[in-house]
């Protein structure tokens, strides 16, 4: 028995919008990488200058692909209000993840120490991979996805592109430490969301966790123990950040009230959202 008309149309409607939601994910991608690749970016020298260069291809993406204004787009791309108590959980978990320096140290015995102009690092690393790379996987990727989707479907959804993109470093690091980065990709996925939809739908706790994650390359270790510390670096971004779970939704309650006309995506309130009358971002695969 073949199926019925309307089901096959509304399947092939949900593929096509999830093709067009990954079509822009990978424009903004390749700007994000190819701009860092080329300005010689590893250490966030010239975050300021990708970040602008992402956050206008994701409003271009946003304009073209799905019709939204410019100032409605940079809030549904996650620069809304943030939410006061996720920012505090995200202080939390992320002096958590760094603390793991000193306990090295002192388990070890090994000398670490902060680079040289580490403040001004740390400032290119958070707009790069923090802002930039949150506007991207979270603002603009989760966001479309979640539309019609639970939070562990669209998340899951998410995971997948953002695990793709990572498996390129197998082309350039050591296999160990490419593996490593893929395994803390999948595993970050879905705090990072569970964080974007607490902070009001915004990306800046989990642009701060993101940023965080990247906190190795603010340290100098001698060299025969950089690569142990690396990995224990890895399991400590891919299991840390799960505390944020210990924060139920009641929790942030208080502050989480954006709808679907302040942000294009998925209401914390208890009101129907709004049906869409542009754009093609419909889908509920």
Known sequence: MNPAPSVVGANLSSLKAFGVI????????VVLERSATWLNSNMGETGVLVCALVIVTALTVERLLF???PRRALRSLGFGRPNVRAILVGLLVTLAMISFYPVFSLVTGAQVSLRDGWVLIALGLFLQHGIAEEVLFRGYLFRHLRRGRTFWRAAFLSMLP??????????????AV?????????????????????????????????????GIKLVIIPG??????????FAVVA???????AFPKRFFAPESRITPDDTGSASMTTKEPERENRGIDRGTI
């Open 22 to 29: 990954v079509a822009g994910f990978v424009v903004v991608w």
């Open 67 to 69: 019709e939204t204004g």
């Open 162 to 175: 953002f695990v793709a993109v990572h498996l390129l470093l197998l082309l350039y690091l050591d296999f």
């Open 178 to 214: 490419a593996a490593a980065s893929i395994l803390v990709a999948v595993a970050t996925a879905f705090p990072l969301a569970y964080m974007f939809e607490r902070d009001n739908n915004t990306i800046w706790t989990p642009a701060l966790l993101h940023g965080a994650a990247h």
């Open 224 to 233: 025969a123990l950089f690569p142990t510390a690396a990995l224990m670096w």
């Open 239 to 245: 299991v840390v950040p799960y505390v944020v779970f």
